[in-house]
T-cell receptor, first 118, second 114 residues
Framework: AQKITQTQPGMFVQEKEAVTLDCTYD???????LFWYKQPSSGEMIFLIY??????QNATEGRYSLNFQKARKSANLVISASQLGDSAMYFC???????????????FGKGTKLTVNP | DAGVTQSPTHLIKTRGQQVTLRCSPK?????VSWYQQALGQGPQFIFQ???????QRGNFPDRFSGHQFPNYSSELNVNALLLGDSALYLC?????????????FGPGTRLTVL
C-alpha cells in the first residue's frame, strides 16, 4: 500500500523568500503520480502541481516546482517568492492505481502548516 | 461554470443520530469521491462512486454509505454517529474519461458530533 510521509508539522518563511516542503513516499508500483494540494483555513483543497513517475523533468507551475528524486522516493514542493497568501496547510498525496472504472483515489500525508511572515 | 459544491457547510449532531451530506460535482465530471479529514490529519478516502455504483471503498465501517444519482450528484450517509465521526468531509469530482489527475475538491462539510 502507498504511504506518504511529511515530517515537517510546521514551517516558517519570510515573505519573498523561497521555501521547501518535504515529502517522501513509499510504493511498490512502477507507475504512480504525486500531487501537492494547498488547504487554506476555508477548508477547500486546491490542486497545485502534479508529477508522474515517468516524467523526466520536474514539474513546475508558476511559483511552484516539484523536486522529484525518484531513487530517494522524495517529492518536495518548492515555493519561490513566498507571499502572505501562501500561508496554509500543504498536503502531499499519491494516487493509488485502479483499473476498474472511475478514477484513482488519493492517499494523503498529514500535511505541513506553512506560515509566511511579513 | 460552478465548481464542486457541498451542502450543508456546517452540521451539528448528537451521538447515535444519522446524517446525510450532499455533493454536486463540477460540470462534465462523472466520478465522485468522498474523504474524511479529522482535525490535524490529512484526508482519508471513504469511497468513490462512478456510474451510480460504489467502485472503491476505503477502510471505513458499513455505517458509512453513499449514493450517486443519474445527474452524478452524490450523498454520503453516516448512521449511528460516534464522537470520532467529527471531521471535515470533502467531496472530490473527476472525469473517468478525462485527465484523471484533475480532481477538484469542494469546500467541505464540517460535521460536529456532540
Amino acid at each position: 500500500a502507498q504511504k506518504i510521509t511529511q515530517t515537517q508539522p510546521g514551517m516558517f518563511v519570510q515573505e519573498k523568500e523561497a521555501v521547501t516542503l518535504d515529502c517522501t513516499y513509499d510504493t511498490s508500483d512502477q507507475s504512480y503520480g504525486l500531487f501537492w494540494y494547498k488547504q487554506p483555513s476555508s477548508g477547500e483543497m486546491i490542486f497545485l502541481i502534479y508529477q508522474g513517475s515517468y516524467d523526466e523533468q520536474n514539474a513546475t507551475e508558476g511559483r511552484y516546482s516539484l523536486n522529484f528524486q525518484k531513487a530517494r522516493k522524495s517529492a518536495n514542493l518548492v515555493i519561490s517568492a513566498s507571499q502572505l497568501g501562501d500561508s496554509a496547510m500543504y498536503f502531499c498525496a499519491m494516487r493509488e492505481p485502479y483499473l476498474q472504472g472511475g478514477s484513482e483515489k488519493l492517499v494523503f500525508g498529514k500535511g505541513t502548516k506553512l506560515t509566511v511572515n511579513p | 461554470d460552478a465548481g464542486v459544491t457541498q451542502s450543508p457547510t456546517h452540521l451539528i449532531k448528537t451521538r447515535g443520530q444519522q446524517v446525510t451530506l450532499r455533493c454536486s460535482p463540477k460540470s462534465g465530471h462523472d466520478t465522485v469521491s468522498w474523504y474524511q479529514q479529522a482535525l490535524g490529519q490529512g484526508p482519508q478516502f471513504i469511497f468513490q462512486y462512478y456510474e451510480e455504483e460504489e467502485r472503491q471503498r476505503g477502510n471505513f465501517p458499513d455505517r458509512f454509505s453513499g449514493h450517486q444519482f443519474p445527474n452524478y450528484s452524490s450523498e454520503l450517509n453516516v448512521n449511528a454517529l460516534l464522537l470520532g465521526d467529527s471531521a471535515l468531509y470533502l467531496c472530490a469530482s473527476s472525469s473517468a474519461s478525462g485527465r484523471w489527475y484533475e480532481q477538484f475538491f469542494g469546500p467541505g462539510t464540517r460535521l460536529t458530533v456532540l
